[in-house]
Structures are given as C-alpha cells and as structure tokens.
C-alpha cells in the first residue's frame, strides 16, 4: 500500500524537482546577486507568515478528516475550515497591506511582500482542497493539480520576469497567479462536499487547538531553514543573502523534495490507520516510512555532499558557483537532519496529537540556531550560518526523537538504516575513486550516473527496505496506473 502511494506522488515530486533545481540554474542567470537576495527574503517572509496564519488549518484537515469521514460529518468539516480562512484570510490582508506601507523597506522589497501576500493567500485556499484530496486517498487528482500548480507558477513566474520590470517579485508573481488558475478548477469540487455543511465555533476551536502548536513548529522550523538570511543580511548584505540562498536552495531542495514526497504518501495512511485499526497498525505505516527514507534519504544527501562542486558549476551563475559549492556539504547533511526530524519523528507528537510539545522543541531549536547564527556568521561568513543550521538541526532531530519516543514510540528500523549506511559507504567510494576529469557537465554525469549504479546495485543486493518489491509495484502500475491511486 505504501509503495503504492509513494509512487502516485511521484509526478508531483519531479515537478517540485524540476522547479527546485530550475529555478536556481534560472533565476540565478537571470538575477544579480542583491536580487536574488531580496527574492530569497521575500519568499523566506511569505512562507512563514503562511505558516504562522493558515498551516493551522491545513494540518487540521489533514488530521480530522478520515474521522469526520468515519462520522459522516465531512460536509461541517469543510465548512468550518472554508469559513475559518476566510476570516484568517481578510485579517491577514488588511494587517499585512498596512505593514507594508509602514514598513521602511525599499521599493523592491515592499513590491515582492505585496505579491507575497497575495501568493501566501491563495496557496492557502489551494493547499484545503490538496489536503482534503490528500488525506481521502485520491493520489491521482492531488497530483494532477499540484503539478499543474507547480509547474503553471514556474513557467509564469520567468515569463513575468523577463517581460516586466517586478524584478525579484516576478518570480512570486508567477505563483500567486497560477495558485488563481488552480483554484478555478480544484475549489468547485470542495464547495460541493462542503454544501449543506454548516460552519460550527466548537470544532474550529478544536482544530485551533490542534493546529496552532503545529504552526508555530513550523514557524520556527522555517526559521530554522530561512531565517539566518535575514542574520546575513543583517550582518552581510542582500548579495552575501543571494549566494547562500543559491547553495541552500540547491542542497535543501532537493532532500526537501525527498521526504515531502515520502510524508505525502505516508503520513495519510498512518493516520487512516490509527483511526480505524488502532496503534499497532499505524506503527507498522511509520515502520515502512522509516526504511523507505533510509533507503533514499542517506545516498541523497551523501551523493550531494559529493559532486557539490560540479554541481554548483553546472546549475548556479557564475557569480554564485563559489558561494553554492563552499555551503552546499553542510546544507545537504542538514537537510537530511530536517527531513528525518520532520516527516518521521514528528509523526510521534501528530499521532499522539501533542503538537505543543513539538512547538516547543523547535522553538528551542530555532533560539539555538539564531545564536549559532550570530556567533558564527561574523567569523566565518556564510559557511558559518551553514554549519549552525546543521548543528541546530541535529540537536532538533535528538530532542524530537527522545521526546516522541515517550509520546508514541516509533519503529526505529536499525537493520535497513545500517545497511543504507554501508551501501551509501559504498556509493562514496566509488565517486571519490572515479578518475574522471574534463567539463563540470561531464564531471557531473558521470560520478551522479556512477554513484547511483553502485549504490541501486547495493541496495537491491541487500534488498534495503524491500526495495526488490518495488520493481513488481512499477510494473503494475505502469500496467495500470489507477492501481496506484
């Protein structure tokens, strides 16, 4: 069921992919470093004030909808939430148009937030009706529109880029505009399951309380992963912000990517199972997750760490090559830190739903990264804000797992996780012992293409995560791809 699952999101993640690992090569041609620099902060200032005002909600439909299903009561449920953003949404844009014309902010920066509030906005509205389709199973159609979704704001977003003078809100105008598209087609469909529901304070208060400590994790979390550009900024300038975002971007993405899909797939049948066949049943769901992101998550960061110079030659502008290649090693093993910490150990806490436990912890471990960050950034610059986000990471992922074990103890799968680890040994020797020299591009291919012979062939040979299984699940789903759904 799991492998299933994981590969009906695939299309999703090689959307997020192509736009993760484009938009650097892109944007990072068609930019200066000081505005890329102020699109990195612009875009760090929309996602956490999204998560600070409506993440809430999202995480609330995602966990109460297999039970209001259960109850025959997804109709109220949606209409409560539906109700809920509207309200949260009207405040936000009152208060936020009134920051910014307050702000002293220069010109550029105040015209990327003002795309960024709208963007924020209706992300928002979209991302109700992809969690609903999400936690009801339907793969399928969750796909289709966030990949349309996905790629639409992209596209849109260098177009306008290139034929405007927006500059850095450019980029952030393509989103805003095609979550708009999206949502003329996605939204009919939830205000049919949502008529004759009636909104209800009581259960708003409820998923308030639920989703509040989930958003203020997240806040904090995304502080820990954005906000020391606003420290280099500060310290440095908008340009010193430009290279470290190309760096991070590259290496943060791409294990980001990773471990949303694996959560995607994941997380909805966990909870299904808690719901309806108890806590046994839902440890087996996070058992298979756990060896599944051993399985991908450990080669991944390691092979990044790796070719780091190659690949920051080949994808960033030439002004950024040297920045991208010194952070993207520390970026790339942190990455992996927050992908275990959030899409495997926090499961504990959402589970259990003790999500002000987990608020907790990641605001100690934001504070503990912003003092890193002021301590490290003024001695050794921006790999100095890179090795805190991996200190800080570490220490979050620690306290997650001790915590959450006390919470709801998950399967810690040591045996795939050992045998990852030595198959990932032997990836990295074989790309440091490659004797291949020339072109980055070719430098590239060729110790990307040798790794990941070396390290699928350790891996099937140990059978890491039954991942042999896999080759059965992709031929029937290329034999019937509604199988997957």
Same mark, same amino acid.
């Given at each position: 069921?799991?492998?299933?699952?994981?590969?009906?999101?695939?299309?999703?993640?090689?959307?997020?992919?192509?736009?993760?690992?484009?938009?650097?090569?892109?944007?990072?041609?068609?930019?200066?470093?000081?505005?890329?620099g102020q699109y990195a902060l612009a875009l760090a200032a929309m996602h956490i004030t999204a998560m600070a005002v409506h993440t809430?909600?999202?995480?609330?439909?995602?966990?109460?909808?297999?039970?209001?299903?259960?109850?025959?009561?997804?109709?109220?449920?949606?209409?409560?939430?539906?109700?809920?953003?509207?309200?949260?949404?009207?405040?936000?844009?009152?208060?936020?148009?009134?920051?910014?014309?307050?702000?002293?902010?220069?010109?550029?920066?105040?015209?990327?937030?003002?795309?960024?509030?709208?963007?924020?906005?209706?992300?928002?509205?979209?991302?109700?009706?992809?969690?609903?389709?999400?936690?009801?199973?339907?793969?399928?159609?969750?796909?289709?529109?966030?990949?349309?979704?996905?790629?639409?704001?992209?596209?849109?977003? &260098?177009? $306008? *880029?290139?034929?405007?003078?927006?500059? !850095? +809100?450019? =980029?952030?105008?393509?989103? /805003? #505009?095609?979550?708009?598209?999206?949502?003329?087609?996605?939204?009919?469909?939830?205000?049919?399951?949502?008529?004759?529901?009636?909104?209800?304070?009581?259960?708003?208060?409820?998923?308030?309380?639920?989703?509040?400590?989930?958003?203020?994790?997240?806040?904090?979390?995304?502080?820990?992963?954005?906000?020391?550009?606003?420290?280099?900024?500060?310290?440095?300038?908008?340009?010193?912000?430009?290279?470290?975002?190309?760096?991070?971007?590259?290496?943060?993405?791409? &294990?980001? $990517? *990773?471990?949303?899909?694996?959560?995607? !797939? +994941?997380? =909805?049948?966990?909870?299904? /199972? #808690?719901?309806?066949?108890?806590?046994?049943?839902?440890?087996?769901?996070?058992?298979?997750?756990?060896?599944?992101?051993?399985?991908?998550?450990?080669?991944?960061?390691?092979?990044?760490?790796?070719?780091?110079?190659?690949?920051?030659?080949?994808?960033?502008?030439?002004?950024?090559?040297?920045?991208?290649?010194?952070?993207?090693?520390?970026?790339?093993?942190?990455?992996?830190?927050?992908?275990?910490?959030?899409?495997?150990?926090?499961?504990?806490?959402?589970?259990?739903?003790?999500?002000?436990?987990?608020?907790?912890?990641? +605001?100690?471990?934001?504070?503990?990264?912003?003092?890193?960050?002021?301590?490290?950034?003024?001695?050794?610059?921006?790999?100095?804000?890179?090795?805190?986000?991996?200190?800080?990471?570490?220490?979050?992922?620690?306290?997650?797992?001790?915590?959450?074990?006390?919470?709801?103890?998950?399967?810690?799968?040591?045996?795939?996780?050992?045998?990852?680890?030595?198959?990932?040994?032997?990836?990295?020797?074989?790309?440091?012992?490659?004797?291949?020299?020339?072109?980055?591009?070719?430098?590239?291919?060729?110790?990307?293409?040798?790794?990941?012979?070396?390290?699928?062939?350790?891996?099937?040979?140990?059978?890491?995560?039954?991942?042999?299984?896999?080759?059965?699940?992709?031929?029937?789903?290329?034999?019937?791809?509604?199988?997957?759904?």
């Amino acid at each position: 069921m799991l492998g299933k699952h994981i590969l009906g999101y695939l299309p999703v993640q090689i959307a997020r992919g192509l736009v993760g690992f484009g938009g650097v090569a892109i944007l990072t041609r068609l930019m200066p470093t000081e505005m890329y620099g102020q699109y990195a902060l612009a875009l760090a200032a929309m996602h956490i004030t999204a998560m600070a005002v409506h993440t809430w909600l999202d995480a609330s439909v995602a966990r109460f909808h297999a039970r209001a299903a259960e109850r025959g009561s997804l109709a109220a449920h949606l209409a409560t939430v539906y109700s809920t953003y509207a309200l949260v949404s009207v405040g936000i844009i009152i208060v936020g148009t009134v920051a910014l014309l307050l702000a002293p902010l220069s010109g550029e920066m105040k015209t990327a937030l003002g795309f960024g509030l709208a963007a924020l906005t209706l992300r928002s509205a979209l991302a109700i009706g992809l969690e609903t389709r999400r936690a009801a199973g339907q793969v399928a159609s969750y796909s289709v529109f966030e990949t349309f979704n996905t790629l639409t704001g992209f596209a849109l977003g &260098i177009g $306008i *880029l290139m034929t405007t003078p927006l500059g !850095a +809100a450019g =980029p952030i105008a393509g989103m /805003a #505009l095609a979550s708009l598209i999206t949502l003329a087609f996605e939204f009919p469909a939830q205000a049919r399951k949502a008529a004759g529901g009636r909104p209800h304070r009581r259960r708003a208060s409820v998923y308030f309380a639920y989703g509040l400590p989930v958003s203020v994790s997240l806040v904090f979390e995304h502080l820990l992963s954005a906000g020391d550009r606003f420290l280099i900024a500060g310290f440095l300038d908008e340009a010193a912000v430009g290279l470290y975002a190309a760096g991070y971007g590259l290496a943060d993405r791409t &294990i980001d $990517i *990773l471990f949303i899909w694996l959560g995607a !797939a +994941a997380t =909805p049948l966990m909870i299904r /199972a #808690l719901e309806r066949d108890g806590e046994a049943a839902a440890r087996d769901v996070a058992g298979q997750s756990a060896r599944i992101m051993g399985l991908l998550g450990f080669p991944a960061a390691t092979g990044l760490a790796l070719v780091a110079t190659p690949l920051a030659t080949v994808m960033v502008g030439a002004d950024f090559r040297e920045g991208a290649a010194q952070i993207l090693p520390w970026i790339a093993i942190a990455a992996l830190m927050n992908g275990l910490m959030t899409y495997y150990f926090h499961e504990a806490f959402i589970l259990r739903r003790k999500t002000r436990w987990m608020a907790g912890i990641m +605001a100690a471990a934001a504070l503990f990264n912003l003092a890193l960050n002021i301590v490290l950034i003024p001695l050794f610059g921006i790999a100095g804000a890179a090795a805190a986000t991996l200190f800080a990471y570490t220490a979050g992922l620690l306290a997650c797992a001790l915590v959450g074990h006390q919470l709801f103890p998950l399967p810690l799968p040591w045996l795939d996780w050992g045998k990852a680890l030595a198959a990932t040994a032997g990836m990295a020797v074989v790309v440091i012992a490659l004797p291949v020299s020339g072109p980055p591009f070719l430098v590239l291919v060729a110790k990307s293409g040798a790794g990941a012979l070396a390290y699928a062939s350790l891996a099937l040979a140990l059978n890491i995560a039954d991942c042999r299984s896999w080759i059965r699940i992709a031929q029937g789903w290329l034999r019937s791809p509604e199988a997957a759904t």
